[in-house]
């Protein structure tokens, strides 16, 4: 299991986000903008006003193209020169080690035989010799909230 984000469609709600952003009249000549830089997204408003809207904007588009918010971690509000704001938001890529010592706490929880897991890297290895106890912990894991979006690949018949 991974906890990716797709950074295509990361970029294709910043470009629609950015677009909605110049039509807009409440947004016009006000200097706000979005950028994505690497796996930042870098928000720019002249109020906290502004940027609250400008968040609500760019969420909608992300959620719009399949990316899930709990992806995505924002910075503090800070000021910048002529009394703007600005704000980063990180994608999240990977699951931290504490994040992984977590959901493994919660598929040993289960109490299944035959099923371990181990962390590997910034994935998680989830194993075991029947399907339906597979399957069952991925339900049990689609149902917690380890706030990170998690998928789950490699899934052999």
């Known amino acids: ?88 938001a990180e994608l999240q890529a990977g699951i931290s080690a504490d994040r992984a010592k977590r959901i493994n706490r919660s598929v040993k929880e289960l109490g299944l035989k035959g099923v371990t897991s181990q962390a590997q890297g910034d994935q998680l290895r989830v194993t075991g010799k029947k399907r339906d106890e597979l399957q069952t912990v991925i339900t049990h894991l689609k149902e917690q909230d380890f706030e990170i979006p998690l998928q789950f690949g490699n899934f052999r018949d």
């Open 1 to 88: 299991m991974t906890s990716e984000v797709d950074l295509q469609e990361v970029r294709n709600a910043v470009d629609q986000a950015t677009r909605e952003v110049a039509t807009r009249f409440d947004f016009k000549g006000t200097g706000a903008t979005i950028e994505l830089v690497d796996h930042d997204i870098e928000l720019n408003a002249p109020t906290e006003d502004r940027l609250r809207a400008l968040v609500q904007v760019l969420e909608e588009k992300l959620v719009r193209r399949g990316v899930s918010l709990k992806g995505v971690s924002y910075g503090k509000i800070e000021e910048a020169s002529k009394g703007a704001v600005r704000q980063h």
